[in-house]
């Protein structure tokens, strides 16, 4: 069964400490990997899309990279705007088209 | 108005009322999309349209049922809910390219709870 899991369920920060968000899948085949941000009260907005093992994006203060288990979203010292849930999905090869498996995201926090 | 647009932001409903859940995009896409947002749970997905027809039906129970009008428009009507249903409806929609899901764009949502 495709999976997707995220880790840690929340984190804390303060502005300008460095850290990662962790987002680990199980997938028979690996179509697409996405990353959204999504403010309190609002729909998650898109940040990165990733296709293969060892591609990386980048935004301002975030970096998302890809390998053949897990993704990575590093974020450069953050401020306190970048405070947000963070959503990672994937969408598998075979299943469902336009099918995204979602996980329960990560609640950051950046405290100035 | 530009995105993808929701009304109502919040509803409040008794389990044997009936209620519509509008969504609107303004964006040119083709796919239209149903999610519930439910506290420590992940994204799920309910009803899929694209080019107007109903190509994923998430075994979703007959008290929601979905409306696609035209490629812009999309509606979720509910009728005897349960509280359990209370939760955060999302709209999306995406420019669908031969079954790749490109970026989604989402609405504010409809937060509803049922009593």
């Known amino acids: 069964e495709d999976q997707v899991t995220q880790s840690p369920e929340a984190l804390r920060l303060q502005e300008g400490e460095s850290s990662s968000l962790n987002c680990s899948y199980t997938v028979s085949g690996l179509r697409g990997l996405f990353w959204y941000r999504q403010d309190p009260g609002k729909g998650p907005e898109f940040l990165f899309t990733?296709?293969?093992a060892g591609e990386e994006k980048e935004k301002e203060r975030l970096k998302a990279t890809l390998t053949k288990k897990e993704s990575f979203l590093h974020i450069t010292a953050p401020k306190p705007e970048d405070s947000a849930t963070y959503l990672c999905a994937v969408q598998a090869y075979g299943g469902a088209t336009n099918k995204l498996i979602f996980g329960t995201g990560t609640l950051l926090a950046v405290q100035p | 108005e530009t995105g993808v647009t929701q009304t109502p932001r919040h509803l409040v409903m008794g389990m044997t009322n009936k209620k519509s859940l509008k969504c609107e995009q303004h964006?040119?896409?083709?796919?239209m999309y149903w999610y519930k947002q439910s506290a420590k749970k992940p994204l799920e997905l309910m009803f899929v349209?694209?080019?107007?027809?109903?190509?994923e039906n998430n075994s979703v129970p007959s008290r929601f049922s979905p409306e696609c009008p035209n490629s812009s428009h999309l509606f979720l009507h509910l009728h005897t809910l349960q509280p359990e249903d209370s939760a955060l409806y999302l709209c999306?929609?995406?420019?669908?390219?031969?079954?790749?899901?490109?970026?989604?764009?989402f609405g504010s949502g409809t937060q509803l709870s049922v009593l």
């Open positions: 990733l296709y293969s």
């Open positions: 999306a929609s995406s420019q669908d390219q031969k079954g790749a899901n490109e970026k989604l764009f």
């Open positions: 964006l040119g896409h083709n796919a």
């Open positions: 349209y694209s080019l107007e027809e109903r190509v």
